[in-house]
């Protein structure tokens, strides 16, 4: 098993930058890829970016692309999501995932096994 904490959250003005931590614990001597993912109210589940273990290989979705930066210290089993020029609609729950698989679903939920509790970022206008 894999625990997962995110850090890093909180109210912020629009066009602010924020910086989301996560660290694991427990299994973590496995070779994961780590994902971040967002729930607005009302919504699903959004995929925000991914990174392989190496932390050579990033994806990131149309939202954010050009405003987030993932990247991830093995070392310390940490995962950081940096989104610059926030706006009102980043108002979400972020989570922190993991998974030993990194495949060409890297978008879906299903594809991570491990989840952190999530944390609060609003975004105000």
Do not use: H
């Amino acid at each position: 098993q894999v625990q997962l904490v995110e850090s890093g959250g909180g109210l912020v003005q629009a066009g602010a930058s924020l910086i989301l931590s996560c660290v694991a614990s427990g299994r973590t001597s496995g070779t994961y890829a780590m994902g971040w993912f967002r729930q607005a109210p009302g919504k699903g589940r959004e995929f925000i970016a991914t990174i392989n273990w190496r932390g050579n290989i990033t994806y990131y979705s149309d939202s954010v692309k050009g405003r987030a930066t993932i990247s991830r210290l093995n070392a310390k089993n940490m995962v950081y999501l940096q989104m610059d020029s926030l706006n009102p609609e980043d108002t979400a729950v972020y989570y922190c995932a993991a998974t030993p698989y990194y495949g060409a679903r890297y978008y879906d939920t299903n594809s991570y096994d491990y989840w952190g509790q999530g944390i609060q970022v609003t975004v105000s206008s």
